[in-house]
């Protein structure tokens, strides 16, 4: 069974950055797409960025893509997400997801992690 382990999160200041990491346990994994989704509190899950284990191609949310970098590690079946310039409003819970398409939809990523905390202070 596949486990994707999240890392990297924590409490910082406005305007630090912070990389969270993914990492997946499983040496059958075969998912050819992964994504960062995140949940603020009273809000919906949302799509930050993702990224093809095929191509590299890279997909963000507009709104956070010239603050936000997803990078992937094949050879460690492990992706990260670089957050730089963080604001408070970037406070949310960070989860990792893999699937086998491309889509900015959480319902169509089959694999989750239990996401990593991002606190963000003024």
């Known amino acids: 069974q596949v486990q994707l382990i999240e890392s990297g999160g924590g409490l910082v200041q406005a305007g630090d950055s912070l990389r969270l990491s993914c990492a997946a346990s499983?040496?059958?994994?075969?998912?050819?797409?992964m994504g960062w989704f995140r949940q603020a509190p009273g809000k919906k899950r949302e799509f930050v960025a993702s990224?093809?284990?095929?191509?590299?191609?890279?997909y963000y949310t507009t709104s956070l893509k010239d603050r936000f970098t997803i990078s992937t590690d094949n050879a460690k079946n492990t992706v990260y997400l670089q957050m730089n310039s963080l604001r408070p409003e970037d406070t949310a819970i960070y989860y990792c997801?893999?699937?086998?398409?491309?889509?900015?939809?959480?319902?169509?990523?089959?694999?989750w992690g239990q996401g990593t905390q991002v606190t963000v202070s003024t």
């Open positions: 499983s040496l059958t994994f075969s998912a050819e797409h």
């Open positions: 990224v093809s284990l095929k191509n590299f191609d890279t």
């Open positions: 997801a893999a699937g086998n398409v491309v889509s900015i939809a959480s319902a169509d990523y089959e694999y």
